[in-house]
């Protein structure tokens, strides 16, 4: 069974850092699209990148683009998140989680998650001066 582990969230100041990471374990992450979701107080879980199985195709939303990178170690079964120039807005609790895989050639993730698939525990992005 797939489990995942965040880690790399903080306290940081507009404009600032950071690097999360989602440690796989229980099943090889090669094979598997897998994405980063945020969960803000009072509001719904919202995906913010994908990256596909093979790693050749990403995904953002539009609040994110041209600021966060996605990332992939398959040997290390991690997934990386750099997050660059933050904004309070981006103050959440971030997960990962595998996601659907468009089967197109080659394949493309979806900002979907797996209906029942696995979650992490999440890591908290804070964003404020």
């Known amino acids: 069974q797939l489990q995942l582990v965040e880690s790399g969230g903080g306290l940081v100041q507009p404009g600032g850092s950071l690097r999360l990471s989602c440690a796989a374990s229980?099943?090889?992450?090669?094979?598997?699209?897998i994405g980063w979701f945020r969960q803000a107080p009072g509001k719904e879980r919202e995906g913010v990148s994908c990256?596909?199985?093979?790693?050749?195709?990403?995904d953002y939303t539009d609040s994110v683009k041209g600021r966060f990178t996605i990332s992939r170690d398959n040997a290390k079964n991690l997934i990386y998140l750099q997050m660059n120039n933050l904004k309070p807005e981006d103050t959440a609790i971030y997960y990962c989680?595998?996601?659907?895989?468009?089967?197109?050639?080659?394949?493309?993730?979806?900002?979907?998650?797996?209906?029942?698939?696995?979650w992490g525990q999440g890591t908290q992005v804070t964003v404020s001066s």
């Open positions: 989680g595998d996601v659907l895989e468009r089967t197109s050639i080659p394949p493309e993730c979806l900002l979907r998650p797996v209906p029942g698939g696995s």
């Open positions: 229980g099943v090889a992450l090669e094979g598997l699209s």
């Open positions: 990256i596909s199985s093979i790693g050749d195709h990403t």
